[in-house]
């Protein structure tokens, strides 16, 4: 598992927050679930900025089920009174069931429409478990992964293939060029476009940008010790002032004043 933080700007503003592993049954389909729960005081609210994975989310809580595209720039949500909701990091094989063209989602969101029985299905089954008591998280992630595998059906080869551009791209030890993660899968780097856009929607190059700014972020909230420059050279930034445009162009804020802002 990935840093478990890895994302989230601000994790100290988080309500109770939970990643939990896919079931086995379905560890081809999700990477994780994401379960934040919060009861925020009246008249008040907790806002909670993400720099999200290169990848779709499918999100359910109380009152509908959204599918959330792959963004090119940081997000919030605001959040207000008692709430919860469950996420699943879609790995690519699962994308297909769910959307012709993740393309059209990126930086944005479509709410799944409740008409159809599945959907009303899900969604009556995470509301159930979720409001069962003690063990209420697992039994809401073994029913979303039951859903997801009976949408989805068998998982062949070029889906594996998918998954497999993602965990290049974003895993461990993790590509740091488009012609190295082609090299590795043995495709060509034009094939390795299409993939990434037929199952995620951005470019390979712009799924490795965020996974770099994702780790920046991480170190310089983490490691106030460690001098940006240092941080540059290490995640193969050309320099501090290539960290700092690309801090700048998706958080609006510089590493040195995100830094700062962190430890408050």
């Known amino acids: 598992m990935v ?21 086995a049954a ?17 008249g008040r609210s ?19 089920v ?35 063209d993740p393309r059209v989602l990126v930086d944005g969101e479509r709410v799944l429409g409740e008409s159809t029985a599945e959907v009303a299905e899900l969604r009556g089954a995470l509301v159930a478990a979720m409001g069962s008591g003690d063990g209420h998280r697992d039994r809401a992630v073994a029913a979303f992964a039951r859903w997801l ?12 293939q998918a998954n497999a551009l993602m965990e290049v791209l974003m895993g461990e030890g993790a590509a740091l060029t488009p012609e190295e993660a082609a090299a590795r899968l043995a495709v060509s780097v034009r094939t390795l476009q299409r993939m990434a856009h037929r199952h995620v929607g951005l470019s390979p190059a712009a799924m490795i940008r965020r996974r770099r700014l994702q780790e920046a972020a991480v170190r310089v909230r983490e490691h106030p010790d460690i001098d940006l420059a240092s941080i540059a050279a290490e995640l193969g930034y050309a320099d501090h002032a ?16 995100y830094r700062s802002e962190s430890s408050r």
């Open 66 to 100: 959204t599918l959330s595209g792959a963004t090119t720039r940081m997000t919030h949500r605001d959040l207000r009174g008692r709430g919860w909701a469950v996420g699943a990091l879609l790995r690519p094989a699962a994308v297909a069931a769910l959307i012709d």
């Open 3 to 23: 840093n478990p933080t890895r994302g989230v700007l601000y994790p100290a503003r988080l309500p109770e927050f939970h990643r939990l592993p896919a079931p």
């Open 46 to 64: 907790s806002r909670q900025e993400i720099v999200a994975y290169p990848a779709l989310n499918l999100v359910v809580d109380a009152d509908a």
């Open 149 to 160: 595998g009976e949408r989805v059906g068998p998982v062949g080869d070029p889906a594996r």
């Open 242 to 257: 290539h960290l700092t445009r690309d801090f700048q162009a998706v958080l609006g804020i510089a590493p040195r004043a």
């Open 26 to 42: 379905a560890t081809e389909l999700v990477a994780w679930f994401w379960i934040p729960e919060w009861d925020i005081e009246r």
